[in-house]
């Protein structure tokens, strides 16, 4: 069965203080990895697309990385304004163009 | 804007009644999705369409229905509302190409009493 696990549940830091989202995954085949953004009463927004083991992508304070077992999303120097859940979702060759979602990462940043 | 919009926001169903969620989306994307969320259990898929006129089941289809009649309209229905589909709906929708990162839309909040 295709599965997605993100950990921790929940996440706090300090403003600066950097740090990792993990996020494991079985799957029959791995078409892509997905990484979305959610704010409190929004939907999630689309933040990175990961195909292939070692690939990196990066967009502000945000770095992902897919491994052939997980994927990290690294967090650099964290501002109050990240603070968000954080999907991570994949999509499978057994399903098609849906994807499967892992239950999130709730990160909340300090100042 | 461009992107994916949700109707109604809110809504309180008594058990047993039924309505229409409708999702609409103006970026001329070939596939919809339909999904719920619940605290603890993450993004459920119900249904989802690949085109015009297509629909097909998700992980949670029961006590749903679904249509896809106009290319840029994906509705979803429940015909007798339970306790159990009190959640939030999220629509979203992709293209063919590209990175196939979703649209979502805002969600619709609903509650069955």
């Known amino acids: 069965e295709d599965q997605v696990t993100q950990s921790p549940e929940a996440l706090r830091l300090q403003e600066g203080e950097s740090s990792s989202l993990n996020c494991s995954y079985t799957?029959?085949?791995?078409?892509?990895l997905f990484w979305y953004r959610q704010d409190p009463g929004k939907g999630p927004e689309f933040l990175f697309t990961?195909?292939?083991a070692g690939e990196e992508k990066e967009k502000e304070r945000l770095k992902a990385t897919l491994t052939k077992k997980e994927s990290f999303l690294h967090i650099t120097a964290p501002k109050p304004e990240d603070s968000a859940t954080y999907l991570c979702?994949?999509?499978?060759?057994?399903?098609?163009?849906?994807?499967?979602f892992g239950k999130g990462t709730t990160l909340s940043v300090s100042s | 804007n461009a992107g994916v919009t949700q109707t109604p926001k809110f809504r309180v169903l008594k058990t047993g009644q039924s309505m229409t969620l409708l999702c609409a989306q103006d970026?001329?994307?070939?596939?919809m999705y339909w999904y719920r969320q619940d605290p603890g259990m993450g993004l459920r898929l119900i249904h989802y369409?690949?085109?015009?006129?297509?629909?097909a089941k998700g992980e949670v289809p029961d006590g749903y229905n679904v249509s896809r009649l106009k290319k840029q309209n994906f509705l979803l229905g429940l015909e007798s509302a339970a306790p159990s589909q009190t959640s939030v709906y999220f629509c979203?929708?992709?293209?063919?190409?590209?990175?196939?990162?979703?649209?979502f839309g805002s969600g619709t909040r609903l509650t069955v009493v």
């Open positions: 979203a929708s992709r293209g063919r190409g590209g990175d196939y990162g979703y649209t």
């Open positions: 799957v029959s085949g791995l078409r892509g």
């Open positions: 990961l195909y292939s």
């Open positions: 979702a994949v999509q499978a060759d057994q399903a098609g163009t849906a994807l499967i």
């Open positions: 970026m001329n994307h070939e596939y």
């Open positions: 369409s690949v085109g015009e006129g297509t629909t």
